[in-house]
């Protein structure tokens, strides 16, 4: 044997005992990022997408400084464009379309589908819950959007551009989506471990998390009722028959309650740190004022002109009329303020103040309405008892909150009066729908998704210096879409009516059905 071909056989030796030694799934790892990883733990994920879901629609964005004023809980004193509705134009709203998809839904999706691999329905059913939660949002506040094939750029098959969907499939979607995550709910496997100290909800507890469900089904069902009450009943039917019911008490509200470690903290008291713009709204004072509404003093600070009186300011003024109304109107309550501001001392304890997804109060409502019309096998007598429930419910949760005891006899005296004793009828569907607006104080989204659907309060209308003379019926699409997915937002556009503040979504486009709205 020459030398050369020495050489040659101890080398390709050298070279298989190296294959064999090594393990070869790690050769290409130093082409993988450890800042970067592909995969995580679904407690964490879950963790992350719950907070980003709460605190993008319930926040200081889209509620506080948007919807909150659309809905005319707020009002804005000082830079009074989103109460114009001037700031709230594609280019100022396209973060609540875009933002949801890249962040939290997506992050969900892994959640669900990790979930659903290792058959643990306590992992992947609350993930669903929020996946609905965040799309009702989408859909109520734009209308048509990408549903059924959104989140897919990344499986075979999917598309970076795609479709929208109809609102009336997307509902039938979130209908279907609600219905198995309480039905997994109900027969857990056993070697299931939940999400525990991952869940900033309700600590993995799977009852509470099908009461979420079925209380999120049965919104969903009563806001298509006036466009189609067979579904509406057929689904209200459901949720209130499906396993674990509905919220029976406010200790099953959908809550996160914010560390306020100053890293997770309720973003409406992180905006009240350095801005002073919000005030209440006049609409929202002036159905609380004459009734002498125990909540008044939790949602609300006296004004600065006579701290002996609360009063609201009128929505939608140019500049120099919003800042008469800086002292002569009441701030937000003290408990939605951090302490120390940049413009005085309020609150302390804001940071931390729970974000409620959805209450019992809101149950009640629901059920109140119901009633009324007589749908979902519910009678009509018991109307008056569910209205009086969520009225009870709703002090007694920001009394909770806010650590501002409201006695029983207080409550009691409150619904005794004239005006607040339940009339029935029309009368009676106006009520219910005005006190479930005001019990939805802070969940600017649904008061304004509710305004539209019922009409009521007939006094929310546009301001005197709005850049159009009507409340918006939803919000504009994302500017980026049209360079990304311009073929699938003009088939949208062209099926839903024009991309502007007066095209109603499906759900809302027979507003004579509705019997508060006449």
């Known amino acids: 044997m020459t030398r050369s071909t020495i050489y040659r056989v101890a080398a390709a030796a050298a070279v298989t005992a190296g294959l064999v030694a090594c393990d070869n799934s790690t050769i290409t790892n130093i082409n993988v990022d450890p800042n970067r990883p592909t995969d995580a733990p679904a407690g964490a994920v879950f963790t992350n997408a719950a907070q980003l879901t709460i605190a993008r629609w319930l926040g200081s964005g889209y509620s506080f400084s948007q919807t909150e004023l659309v809905a005319q809980h707020l009002a804005k004193t000082q830079y009074p464009d989103e109460d114009r509705y001037a700031r709230l134009l594609a280019a100022s709203t396209q973060g609540s379309f ?233 701030r937000p309550g003290a408990m939605f303020y951090p302490g120390v501001t940049a413009y005085g001392t309020y609150g302390g304890k804001g940071a931390s103040l729970p974000s409620f997804a959805m209450t019992y109060a809101e149950v009640q409502f629901i059920l109140a309405e119901a009633a009324e019309r007589g749908i979902a096998g519910l009678s009509q007598s018991a109307a008056a008892g569910y209205y009086k429930a969520g009225i009870t419910a709703s002090i007694q949760q920001w009394a909770g909150a806010s650590g501002q005891a409201v006695p029983q006899s207080a409550i009691d005296a409150f619904l005794a009066q004239p005006s607040m004793t339940y009339s029935g009828g029309t009368a009676g569907l106006k009520q219910i729908a005005v006190q479930r607006w005001v019990a939805l104080y ?43 997915n311009a073929v699938n937002l003009a088939a949208a556009i062209a099926r839903q009516g024009p991309d502007n503040f007066a095209t109603r979504v499906w759900w809302d486009t027979k507003p004579t059905a509705a019997p508060t709205c006449n």
Not at 474 to 480: G, L
Request: net charge neutral.
């Open 442 to 484: 802070t969940d600017g989204g649904n008061a304004w998704f509710e305004w539209r659907r019922t009409c009521q309060p007939s006094t929310i209308a546009a301001g005197p210096a709005a850049i159009v003379n009507y409340v918006p019926r939803r919000f504009q699409y994302s500017t980026t879409e049209a360079s990304v």
């Open 98 to 330: 875009n933002n949801p998809y890249t962040g939290e839904l997506e992050n969900l999706r892994q959640v669900v589908k990790k979930g659903q691999t290792l058959n643990w329905a306590g992992t992947s059913a609350p993930a669903m819950v929020l996946q609905a939660l965040g799309f009702q949002y989408l859909t109520d506040t734009f209308g048509d959007v990408p549903f059924s094939a959104a989140l897919a750029g990344d499986s075979i098959g999917g598309s970076l551009a795609p479709a929208y969907d109809t609102q009336q499939s997307i509902y039938t979607g979130l209908f279907s989506i609600l219905t198995n995550a309480s039905k997994a709910l109900s027969t857990p496997s056993s070697s299931d471990p939940g999400l525990g100290g991952a869940d900033p909800l309700y600590g993995g507890d799977f009852t509470k998390w099908q009461k979420f469900a079925n209380s999120l089904h049965a919104r969903l069902a009563m806001r298509i009722v006036n466009v189609d009450p067979a579904t509406a009943d057929k689904e209200l039917r459901a949720a209130m028959a499906a396993p674990g019911g509905l919220f029976a008490s406010n200790a099953d509200n959908a809550t996160v309650r914010w560390p306020g470690d100053g890293v997770f903290d309720n973003s409406w008291a992180t905006v009240a740190k350095t801005r002073d713009d919000n005030r209440m709204s006049q609409t929202l004072m002036n159905v609380m004022l004459p009734v002498n509404d125990p909540r008044i003093p939790i949602f609300a600070m006296p004004t600065v002109a006579d701290p002996t009186k609360y009063a609201g300011m009128p929505n939608g003024l140019s500049t120099s009329a919003a800042g008469f109304w800086f002292n002569t109107a009441s």
